[in-house]
């Protein structure tokens, strides 16, 4: 496994994430806060909880001082879940999200959700640790 240091500056190298200011990181991280709070308010479902994953994800470059770029967004949350979480098959949950977005498939698969329920706790339990 990389360091946390070399992902980052893999993702910088690739223009996946921008380092960002106090007062910029400051207010993305509530902004971000403010998206996961509106987002564990709905129901539950496969398509909520990677967006949930996302936000996560989001927070934790946050906490490192960086924030995402438009480019290859998708690939930011592989690498880091991939960072933290070896053993899933994180590019079959982004496939999967993908069929159900664009309508190509019409319900989730069960053993899908679960790994990707498995990841959402995994960050929101690293997280927690920044009191977040």
Request: include cysteine.
């Amino acid at each position: 496994m990389l360091p946390k240091t070399d992902l980052i500056h893999q993702m910088l190298e690739k223009n996946r994430i921008q380092s960002l200011d106090t007062q910029h990181l400051q207010r993305r991280q509530q902004q971000e806060l403010m998206s996961l709070k509106q987002l564990q308010q709905r129901q539950p479902n496969y398509l909520n909880d990677y967006d949930q994953l996302f936000r996560y994800v989001t927070l934790w470059l946050l906490q490192q001082g960086y924030d995402l770029t438009p480019h290859e967004p998708h690939q930011v949350l592989k690498n880091v879940c991939l960072f933290h979480l070896p053993d899933v098959d994180i590019q079959s949950l982004i496939k999967h999200r993908h069929q159900l977005k664009k309508g190509m498939i019409q319900k989730s698969d069960a053993k899908l959700w679960e790994g990707l329920v498995f990841c959402l706790d995994d960050l929101k339990a690293r997280l927690q640790a920044y009191d977040l």
